[in-house]
């Protein structure tokens, strides 16, 4: 939509939001909207509208308010500006949205630890992990959600068995098994990434343990129709051993695009093995353990077009020439020069 046409669907409602701290909206008119349309008609207006455009059109009569019911993809923003708001944000949604496919919550500011914080973002997602299929929460190091909320996040996904996209972006969970509980019950999934998670269990120095790679990659191995796998994680631990890597490829015949981070010669020589017949683009980031050579086997195994080695120190142009002419499927390079 328009941004003209975006405005014709407001002058109807109000200027401000003015749902309440329990998420209900108020001063919504009895009267018919200017605006009559069939109920999915104004569902798919409301669908290109922001969640707060969306409760200013809620506002302007009962038939806009009913349409939020049909609405399937949910986009919820919390900064600086809206950060006190973030409780009723996740209670207006949990009371209008009941028909949710697809979730993405971004947060650039911490949310409060409160009980009351933690049951609204529950009760967003309560009843309807058996219709999502995507979800997304992606905060910051500055926004790592409270402990008691990711809690929620865990029970309220686990049993997410249509879910086709994961994606959890520096997130705290109680423990290892948290995690695990998470990834649980996944048979569809097709996109995961992983970005940054730690536990409330300290390392050795008093610093919060940030996950490795062993503590999911069975779980990982088990997602047969996986495509696309980002796993970005701390720098922390020694890299994992080769039954580790060994098991996590073996499982993802279907992987098309792989990202990660601190993957060693052991770890590029287990993709070589596995073989991976539809992986196409490959991002190593921060590999500075792996040698060209390693790179080269997997070029001869897996039909890459995309590569990017930007973190490997080519020596000479020789090593280039030698992706090049090994790579027969290769379009694009990254490197480091």
Known sequence: MDHKKSEEVLHTAHEEVTYTRNGDITNCSQQPSQICAPQEILTRIMSYLSLEEMARCAQASK??????????????????????????????????????SRINIRCVAPLESSSRMCD??????????KYLKHFVYDANFLSFPPVNLTNG??????????????????C???????????????PQLRRLKLCNLSTLHKAKDGVAKYCSMETFHEAI???????????????????????????????????????????????LMEIARSSLPHL????????????????????HACPIHTLDVSSLQMEDDAHIKELSRVGNSLVNLTIKV
């Open 172 to 186: 705290m969970f109680e423990s290892d098994h948290d995690i695990l509980l998470l990834l649980t019950n996944k």
């Open 280 to 299: 196409q683009d490959l991002n190593l980031r921060y590999c500075h353990a792996i040698s060209i050579d390693r790179v080269i086997d997997v070029l």
């Open 153 to 170: 996040l865990v029970q309220c996904l686990k049993d997410a068995t249509n879910l086709e996209t994961l994606i959890i972006d520096h």
């Open 63 to 100: 038939p806009w308010l009913r349409a939020l019911a049909g609405i399937q993809e949910l986009n919820i923003n919390i900064d600086f500006c809206n950060q006190n708001d973030a409780r009723a944000i996740f209670n207006f949604a949990s009371k209008y949205f009941h028909n949710l």
């Open 221 to 267: 191995a088990s997602f047969h129709q996986l495509r696309e796998l980002e796993l970005l994680l701390n720098y922390h631990d020694p890299s994992p051993d080769t039954p580790a890597w060994s098991i996590l490829f073996s499982g993802l015949k279907e992987l098309r695009k792989l990202k990660i981070n601190y993957i060693d010669d052991t770890g």
């Open 120 to 129: 609204a973002f529950s009760d967003l997602l309560a009843g309807k992990s």
